[in-house]
T-cell receptor, first 112, second 114 residues
Framework: TQLLEQSPQFLSIQEGENLTVYCNSSSVFSSLQWYRQEPGEGPVLLVTVVTGGEVKKLKRLTFQFGDARKDSSLHITAAQPGDTGLYLCAGKNTGTASKLTFGTGTRLQVTL | NAGVMQNPRHLVRRRGQEARLRCSPMKGHSHVYWYRQLPEEGLKFMVYLQKENIIDESGMPKERFSAEFPKEGPSILRIQQVVRGDSAAYFC????????????FGPGTRLTVL
């Protein structure tokens, strides 16, 4: 069974601080997605990374896919209260390219 | 362009009853995926369907759970004889094509079993 471990599990920071969320696995993934989920809603896709070593930026969010395609990180610069939510990484493996394997999640709270 | 729609948003059932969860994919999407999220946990894959076909049901419990995606109408996830452990949020996602295509998620159905 593939596992995606995220760390930290919980993170509470003040507005303006920087943070990094990690997503690690012993398995290789063909692609990896990052989602954000608000309470009572479904996950919303933030980014997809496909190539080992790939870096993508989305405003204050920077996503990196590990060289071996086993891990990924999400870095948020100058966090804002609107960034509050549950961040989930999800991978597609090379064998079964359709289903997503989700990480354990990182719950972020940004306060004023 | 409407997104993935799920209904009902909330469903309460007593132990032993049946639960039917519906999912209408995005317009033009013919691939549907069902995931379950237990409280304070990540999402777990259940089943992947195309029109009239079950492609991958490796995440479905062996008993009481079934899914279909008919030629016409929404995809249905059916849970027979519900138990308290079935209480969870059930999410549907759809994609235009399989493989590396993006999956778009619906708002989920929150099932509570009393």
């Amino acid at each position: 069974t593939q596992l995606l471990e995220q760390s930290p599990q919980f993170l509470s920071i003040q507005e303006g601080e920087n943070l990094t969320v990690y997503c690690n696995s012993s398995s290789v993934f063909s692609s990896l997605q990052w989602y954000r989920q608000e309470p009572g809603e479904g996950p919303v896709l933030l980014v997809t990374v496909v190539t080992g070593g790939e870096v993508k930026k989305l405003k204050r969010l920077t996503f990196q896919f590990g060289d071996a395609r086993k891990d990924s990180s999400l870095h948020i610069t100058a966090a804002q209260p609107g960034d509050t939510g549950l961040y989930l990484c999800a991978g597609k493996n090379t064998g079964t390219a359709s289903k997503l394997t989700f990480g354990t999640g990182t719950r972020l709270q940004v306060t004023l | 362009n409407a997104g993935v729609m799920q209904n009902p948003r909330h469903l309460v059932r007593r132990r032993g009853q049946e639960a039917r969860l519906r999912c209408s994919p995005m317009k033009g999407h013919s691939h549907v995926y069902w995931y379950r999220q237990l409280p304070e946990e990540g999402l777990k894959f259940m089943v992947y369907l195309q029109k009239e076909n079950i492609i991958d049901e490796s995440g479905m419990p062996k008993e009481r759970f079934s899914a279909e995606f008919p030629k016409e109408g929404p995809s249905i996830l059916r849970i027979q004889q519900v138990v308290r452990g079935d209480s969870a949020a059930y999410f549907c996602a759809s994609s235009l094509v399989q493989g590396t295509d993006t999956q778009y998620f619906g708002p989920g159905t929150r099932l509570t079993v009393l």
